[in-house]
Nanobody
C-alpha cells in the first residue's frame, strides 16, 4: 500500500506563504488523480485542490488564485504552494488520491495568525 507523508506546515502571518509537500512511497501520480484536503477544527474535511494524471488542476473557490497544486513525478512528490494566506486557511492539510481512499496520513498543521 502506498504511503503518503505530508510536511511543510507551520505558523505564518496573514498574507504570508507556505509550501506543503506530499511524499509518496510509490509512483502513483501517473495512476491516480491526487488532491490536497484540509480539516479545520470543528469542520468536515474538504478538498481544496486537485491535479489529474494529465496535469489539469481544479481548485475550491475559497483558494482559487492563491493556491497552486503541482507534482514532480520523478521525485514522487506533490506540492501545494499557498500564498496570501488568511486566518480561515488554518487547518490540518492532507494529501490523498482523488477521490480519497481510506488511508489518511498524519497531515501537516497550517496556522495563519498574527
Amino acid at each position: 500500500q502506498v504511503q503518503l507523508v505530508e510536511s511543510g506546515g507551520g505558523l505564518v502571518q496573514p498574507g504570508g506563504s507556505l509550501r506543503l509537500s506530499c511524499a509518496a512511497s510509490g509512483n502513483i501520480f501517473k495512476i491516480y488523480a491526487m488532491g490536497w484536503y484540509r480539516q479545520a477544527p470543528g469542520k468536515q474535511r474538504e478538498l481544496v485542490a486537485t491535479i489529474t494524471t494529465g496535469g489539469s488542476t481544479v481548485y475550491a473557490d475559497s483558494v482559487k488564485g492563491r493556491f497552486t497544486i503541482s507534482r514532480d513525478n520523478a521525485k514522487n512528490t506533490m506540492y501545494l504552494q499557498m500564498n496570501s494566506l488568511k486566518p480561515e486557511d488554518t487547518a490540518v492539510y492532507y494529501c490523498n488520491t482523488m477521490p480519497a481512499n481510506s488511508s489518511w496520513g498524519q497531515g501537516t498543521q497550517v496556522t495563519v495568525s498574527s
